[in-house]
């Protein structure tokens, strides 16, 4: 089995790259009507209304947990002040403050619940797959 290497991006270009570009999906608009678990959709310019077992939602934009391994060469690099954790393949970088003041890192792993679940009024990037036979919502809409 192949294996995709890089960022979630660059990883999300290289699908599309691999496996070519599919006439059978549009991209698409909408908004959060309704917080999961029941969750609606109103996709932009259409008439229906989609319910949950219409769309996909991808897993970093739901409430859920993550396991992450901690390590470092020297816990002194640390002393004065707090050190930045990525989640390999996350979109969202997080920033955590170790406590080191006894010369040693005493966390290897730790465990991060994501909050951040969509909620009513949010805008959403959708793939409409099949004439809307299917809709996976790809991320929030975020306009400058």
Do not use: C
């Not at 678990?37 to 932009?44: A, L, S, Y």
């Amino acid at each position: 089995m192949d294996t995709l290497e890089g960022s979630w991006e660059t990883r999300g270009v290289n699908v599309i790259k691999r496996y070519g570009h599919n006439k059978d999906v549009d991209i698409v608009f909408g908004t959060i009507t309704a917080p999961p678990p029941n969750i609606r959709v109103k996709v932009d310019n259409e008439t229906l209304e989609l319910e949950k077992d219409d769309v996909v939602v991808l897993q970093y934009l739901t409430k859920h947990k993550r396991k992450i391994r901690i390590t470092s060469g020297s816990a002194s690099l640390f002393k004065e002040e707090a050190t930045s954790i990525a989640l390999d393949g996350s979109p969202y970088k997080h920033k955590h403050d170790i406590d080191v003041s006894n010369g040693s890192l005493t966390v290897t792993e730790a465990e991060i619940e994501y909050l951040d679940e969509l909620k009513a009024g949010d805008r959403v990037v959708l793939a409409e797959i099949e004439k809307g036979q299917k809709y996976v919502i790809l991320d929030r809409e975020v306009i400058y």
